[in-house]
């Protein structure tokens, strides 16, 4: 046990950098500045190999990961002269990229593990090698982290590290709010910088409701399966193909991921949360809960293993889940008959090369030899089950997603909207006053319900996140936000690493800035506070310039008014930039005067993004659809009149201000007061009591106007500012 013995080193100052997960390190006396490194020699006894004790099926070779890490040297470190060569021996200048077989990378349980690496820096050059390519890739993570700290320039030294764990990650709720293929690969490149590996994807599930019996109501409700194929044996299970992934999309994904280390791991959730299957075929449904199938009808079985047929050679993990979460107590027989014998099959089907995973519900508790223990368990909560007394003294193996660690999107009466700091650094119970937390730590409370350290049969960690109140409680991008400042330090524990809290805030935002392979903040590089700045009065030949010094030119098909100095919409034209969005925060100014006229479309897209649409027209709400969910106000912009609007990402919270008046939309001309409006949602169960929140929505860039299957916006706009900051209402 590595890391025990590497404890006994904290204190010396020089035994580790300061970079997350934390890495143990003996520094030397001396520095090397990594713009002296200008190639990457790929051990040409190795390139092609690859990691086959992991979890993908398709692991990249090492000279597939010295490629990303050479591109990320230019994203994270601006380092562009960087090449990637194959040769047999480290040379000067360069980052010597190996593998090294040797015993010394081992787990908390004292298992060889292939996700270690050593890491040797000296004034002239610099050795990676990993126990395999994927331990070699955890090695580049600590050089860009180190080097992105120390300005371009790392200590020279050696490091021996190695995950503690094999599973490190998080679960999201696909189910009950869809992700964009895109967002779900960024996310796995914030993962991939902080050596998490694993993406459980939970791909299928529903809203609840107070009438789960009522089954014309249940069959209208929220549900959605996210997969989605062609195959006539699933023909109608997916009525959401817009939100859903084909099989080459998932594909991309799971491929995208795994170039950085990082597997998705599918969930399709039966047989609780199975509204969705039940709406397809409502007779396999239980009378008494229409998100339940009746496993007793002869069909259920049948229909579940014709989902996993069809599905099961999309997925390029060795494990898959199959949910088998919150089912009825009163059939726990049934339930223990169905994860029996949908073991047996995804064995079986996959050729044995899968293995199943579900959720810990009922521990078999009078008859554990029933399930196998090839079985895994995810243990979340311990109403459902003891996981070293049911499960792991019964030689189960246990991933732990204890709901300590819970989240749930935007509100829950049970559990908080964001990780638990105190929880991460100091979740161990068996420390007086908290120690780090570390994944065999299941009970952050009462330290007997905890195996040791070095117990083989914790898999390791996984924090989950879930959308209890469905797709319109969130954006797409309030998940990330969720975990953004946190997950990094969980990430530390998973690993194994024993960051303070002080030591993790003083080095986190620096990191953050350097995460290469993502722009989850959206942030647009600008050389001042000022994004965009267009007066279509200087447009020409649809040119329209970017007077904020960045360059951002706007091009235009439309007329421009130049006594207005303003664009005019006609409902077909549009003004393009070529930027996408703008996360928080910022200030998007303008000045609009929408004409009255009833042959444009009733909510017509006045600004349009990647990541949402501003929507606004005559007589019509001003809106913000996002992740497929429309957010209206109860406010129009007054035709033919000139109004000054601000609209405004603060933080979590999104507002449009407004003036009207006939000014000329300069600041201090409008006849009226500003009036302030937020962008909310209603949150809740039906048939149970809603709260309102506020949304955090990005501000869309990419296109003004335009039409979208009809006549769209007709009216004036001018003054059109986009800022890095939050510019109130005056
Ligand atoms: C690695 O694999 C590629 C493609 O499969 C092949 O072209 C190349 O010759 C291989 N290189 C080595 C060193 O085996
Ligand atoms: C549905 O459940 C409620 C509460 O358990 C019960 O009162 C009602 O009779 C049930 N309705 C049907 C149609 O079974
Ligand atoms: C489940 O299905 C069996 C067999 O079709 C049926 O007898 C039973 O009533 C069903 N149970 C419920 C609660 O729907
Ligand atoms: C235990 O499993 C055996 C064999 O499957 C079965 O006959 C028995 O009824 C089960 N006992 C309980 C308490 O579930
Ligand atoms: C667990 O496995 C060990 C080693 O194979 C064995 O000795 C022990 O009896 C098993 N325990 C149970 C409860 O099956
Ligand atoms: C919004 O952020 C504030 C602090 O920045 C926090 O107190 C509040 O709980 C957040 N609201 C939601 C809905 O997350
Ligand atoms: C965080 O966790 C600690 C320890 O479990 C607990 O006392 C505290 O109430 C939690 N904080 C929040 C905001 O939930
Ligand atoms: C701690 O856990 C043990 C084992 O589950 C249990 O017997 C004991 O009652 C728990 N202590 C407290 C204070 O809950
Ligand atoms: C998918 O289509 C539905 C039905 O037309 C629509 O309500 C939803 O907004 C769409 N989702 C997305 C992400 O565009
Ligand atoms: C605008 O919103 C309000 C409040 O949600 C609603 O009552 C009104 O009908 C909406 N107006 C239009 C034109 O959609
Ligand atoms: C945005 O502003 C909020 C306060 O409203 C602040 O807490 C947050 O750190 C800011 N975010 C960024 C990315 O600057
Ligand atoms: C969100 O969806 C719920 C149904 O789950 C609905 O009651 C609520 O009005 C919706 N909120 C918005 C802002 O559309």
Redesign the pocket.
Known sequence: MRRTSFLQFIGIASARLLTVPSTPFEATDGTISLTTITSIIVDSRHSNTTDTTGQTLIPPTLLQFAETFASDLQSSLDQSTVSVIEGTSSAAGSIFLTLDDSTAYLDAAGRHTAEGYSLSVTSSGITIAGASPLGAWWGTRSLIQAAVLGDGTIKTGSATDAPGWATRGVMLDGGRHYYPPEFVIEICSYLSFFKQNTFQLHLSDNLLSAYLNNSEYELGLYAAFRLDSDDEAVAGLNRWKNESYTRSVFDNMQEKCAQRGVTILPEIETPGHSLVITQWKPELALSTDYTMLNISNPDTIPTVKTIWRTFLPWFYSKTVHIGADEYDSKLADDYNSFVREMDSFIQAESGFTKKMRIWGTFPPKDNYTNISTDVSIQHWEFFEDNPLFDYILNNYTVLNSDDAFYIVGKYSASYPQTPNATRIFHGDPSVPGGGPYAPNIFDINNATNNPPRGEPLVLGHLAAQWNDYGPNATTVTEAYYAWRDLLPALADKQWGGDLSQDEYLSIFETLHAAIPGQNL?RSIESCSSTIIKYDFGKAKDGKVPDLSGNGYDGHTDCAIDGAAAAIVLDGTCALHTPLGSK???YTLSFTVKPSDTDSATALPPLFTGPDSVLLAGADANVTLLSGGNLFALNYSFPVDTWTEAKLVG??NQTFLHVREGEGDGQSGTGTEEWVSHEFLTTIGILGQSFVWKGIAVEAPLTKVGGETGGKGFVGLLKGLEVLDE?VGSS
């Open positions: 903040d996360g928080r925060n603060q933080g939050v």
